[in-house]
Structure formats: structure tokens, C-alpha cells
């Protein structure tokens, strides 16, 4: 059985400077919506990134992918066609791919594939015997050239909605190719092609700023899994750590050597619209302080654990899990820290601010917030994930 590869180019361009493959999109880095169509579909065994960029090196390095592996090309050109050509020929000739293996040729800046499609084009081209294939979505415009002539249609006649709309568009989303045809033509199509059709959302593709809106609209249309957002309707306990998340991290002191923090109004108002909703809340903290403890009576918190470090984040967790008889799965948990880590690996929902620390913006479960810490991150939880929809 031929061993399937994906190729993801992550280059930068000279002319365009950095590449935003880590820019959020819908609460996660650009790459990790197409990174995890591709783990999540069988077929494919490994996933490449080939990158010229030691920033997006550094950053990929993070993300926690069991399939990933990162290629550094060296020379730093300007991103076309043709050089990625010679990209993919430079790659497949070091690998130790056999002619009749597969390569996927996937561009990152197209959010909206799935694991099915990935898995469905590829049984396609299996299924007719094609050496290689592209994604493309129908024509739904009539094509005219900008002296006046038509393309696609006679005008005179204009064709029946039976007639219309049989051509199909190349979406540049994903490729695929035999190894060997690819080599023997330099090109990425070539020998029987295959056309693989999919829906015409998944043709965005993410270039100007005005796109991101547009994506992340079409992304929980489509994409994001909607078993998953509903799943927010059973979270029963919301937890949050102290410094970093509920205050900006930084230590104030008096000219007394009192230590001050600033908590913001926004997540107190949170608390209490949660608290409305019948769901349970706590703070857990490695620091123990009486200010902390004043600030959590003031919003009524249900639950608070100070003092706790070393794996008590998880373990105070847990224990509000026996005393309210629910499950792990049940939990949001919001933290930036790596003493965080384990408990945000164990719950069912969880969170970081925009500016949590590498190891835990690398978490794959992580759910990446835009507000940062000090600043309404418990807010942002609540409006986006766990307001009721009909308000």
C-alpha cells in the first residue's frame, strides 16, 4: 500500500514579508485548521511543513501534532508557483518516498478542508486510477474577457439553469500526486487528472484583512464542530487561576511593601451572569493572600483553593468533581501558566489569554482567547462559549 504524504509550504516571501501561519483564526494559529483536518484523516501518515522562516520553525516546534514534521528549505525566494515546484522536486528527491507513493500539496491560507474531503479525494483518485489530482468547486459566474468577449457562454442564447454552471474552478486548496509523475514532469498535475468537487465555501481562501472576518463567519458555518459548541450547554463548573488570567500578571506594591493586584470589572461581572445560569464557579491559585480571598467572597464564588502548586491545580479540580458528583469533561478551566498545564490538559474546555505562555499556547486542546490577561478574559469566555443564545 502506498504511504501518503502532506506537504504544507510555509514560506516566506521576500517581498511580502513574515508569514502569519500563527495569526489567530477563530481561536487558534492560521496552520492548525488544515494541520488538523490532516491528523484527523487516516490516510495521510505524515504531515510535512516546509518552512524557510526560523520564526514559524520556532513556533511550529509548539504544536503538539503526532504526524508533523518540519522541513527547512534554505533558499529564500519569492513565494511562486514555480518555486514551489522546485520546493516539492527538493523535498521528494531527500525523501525516501517510492514513485508510487502519494504527496498532498495543501496551502494553509484555505481553513475550511476537512479530514472527509482529504480522505475522499483521495480514495477519488484511487478509485479511477489517476496519477494526480485538485480540489475545485463549480463555476457559478458567466466568464468574459475585458475586451467584451465572452468565455464561458453564448449571450445570445443565454443556456437554461440546466446548462449552466458545468465548469468546474481549481481552487488551489490541496493537490495531489504520485511521487514518481511528479518528479518525471515537474509539475503537479500531470498523467491522469483527477477533479475532486467540493462545496464552494471551501474555496476562501484567507489573503486580506477583511477575509479573517469573512473565514471565521464561513469557519462556524461549516468547520468548526458543532457537536463541540454545543457541548458548552453541559459545562457545569467554570475555574480560573489568578495572576496572569484575572489580573495582568504584574506585581504592585505600596510604599508599605504591600503587595496590591488589579483585577478587572468585567470578569466580576461574568462571574455573576455564570452564576445566573446555575453553573458553578471557583479560583485556584499556587499564591495564597487574604486579597485574593476578599475578591472571591465579593463575587461569590463558590469554590476557592489557594496555595495550590505542583499538580493541586488539577487535584482542587477534581475535588469540586466528587462534591458536585461531575465529570472532568463537564469543567472550563482558564490558565496561562505551566502550572497550569495539567489541569488544562484534563478538563473538557479549556482556555488561555492571548498572552499565556508558549507551552500552554501550544496545548492541543487550548482554546486561544483575544483578550489578554488582567484585561475581561473571563468575559470573553462567557460572551463567546457560554451566553445563552437567545439574549
Known amino acids: ?8 509550504p510555509a514560506l516566506e516571501d521576500m517581498n511580502a514579508g513574515p508569514i502569519d501561519l ?12 488544515t494541520l488538523d483536518a490532516l491528523e484527523q484523516c487516516s490516510k495521510v501518515k505524515q504531515i510535512i511543513v516546509a518552512t524557510n522562516s526560523d520564526a514559524a520553525a520556532a513556533s511550529l516546534f509548539r504544536m503538539e501534532f503526532s504526524k508533523m514534521a518540519i522541513y527547512r528549505t534554505e533558499a ?3 513565494v511562486t508557483y514555480e518555486r514551489t515546484e522546485v ?12 514513485n508510487e507513493d502519494i504527496f498532498m500539496l495543501v496551502d494553509y491560507t484555505f481553513p475550511l478542508h476537512t479530514s472527509t474531503q482529504f480522505g475522499e479525494a483521495l480514495d477519488l483518485m484511487h478509485s479511477i486510477g489517476a496519477f494526480s489530482l485538485f480540489s475545485a468547486v463549480r463555476n457559478r459566474h458567466f466568464c468574459w474577457t475585458h475586451d467584451g468577449i465572452s468565455i464561458s457562454y453564448n449571450y445570445r442564447k443565454r443556456p437554461s439553469k440546466e446548462e449552466q454552471h458545468k465548469e468546474l474552478l481549481e481552487t488551489e486548496g490541496f493537490y495531489i500526486s504520485k511521487v514518481g509523475s511528479f518528479i518525471a514532469n515537474i509539475n503537479r498535475l500531470s498523467g491522469k487528472i483527477a477533479v475532486y468537487e467540493m462545496p464552494s465555501y471551501t474555496a476562501f481562501q484567507l489573503r486580506d484583512p477583511l477575509d479573517w472576518k469573512i473565514g471565521e463567519f464561513l469557519m462556524h458555518q461549516y468547520r468548526i464542530d458543532h457537536s463541540r459548541e454545543e457541548g458548552f450547554g453541559r459545562v457545569k463548573l467554570v475555574v480560573s487561576d489568578v495572576d496572569g488570567v484575572m489580573t495582568d500578571g504584574s506585581m504592585y506594591y505600596t510604599e508599605k511593601g504591600d503587595e496590591i493586584k488589579r483585577f478587572h470589572t468585567y470578569d466580576g461581572m461574568a462571574f455573576g451572569l455564570i452564576r445566573e445560569q446555575g453553573i458553578k464557579t471557583a479560583i485556584i491559585t499556587s499564591e495564597d493572600t487574604q486579597m485574593v480571598n476578599s475578591r472571591a467572597k465579593k463575587l461569590k464564588i463558590d469554590y476557592l483553593y489557594q496555595g495550590r502548586r505542583h499538580g493541586g491545580k488539577l487535584a482542587a479540580i477534581q475535588d469540586i468533581c466528587e462534591k458536585e458528583g461531575i465529570s472532568l ?6 490558565g496561562d501558566d505551566i502550572n497550569c498545564r495539567e489541569a488544562l490538559s484534563a478538563v473538557g474546555f479549556a482556555f488561555c489569554p492571548a498572552n499565556a505562555l ?3 499556547l501550544a496545548l492541543p486542546n487550548i482554546i486561544y482567547l483575544e483578550t489578554k490577561g488582567g484585561s475581561g478574559v473571563v468575559r470573553e469566555v462567557y460572551e463567546k462559549y457560554l451566553r445563552p443564545s437567545f439574549e
Open 1 to 8: 500500500m502506498e504511504k501518503v504524504v502532506a506537504i504544507i
Open 22 to 33: 500563527t495569526r489567530l483564526f477563530c481561536g487558534r494559529p492560521l496552520i492548525f485548521w
Open 76 to 78: 529564500p525566494d519569492v
Open 87 to 98: 520546493l516539492l522536486l527538493e523535498y521528494l528527491r531527500q525523501s525516501r518516498l517510492a
Open 329 to 334: 469533561s463537564d469543567v472550563v478551566y482558564i
Open 358 to 360: 508558549p507551552d500552554i
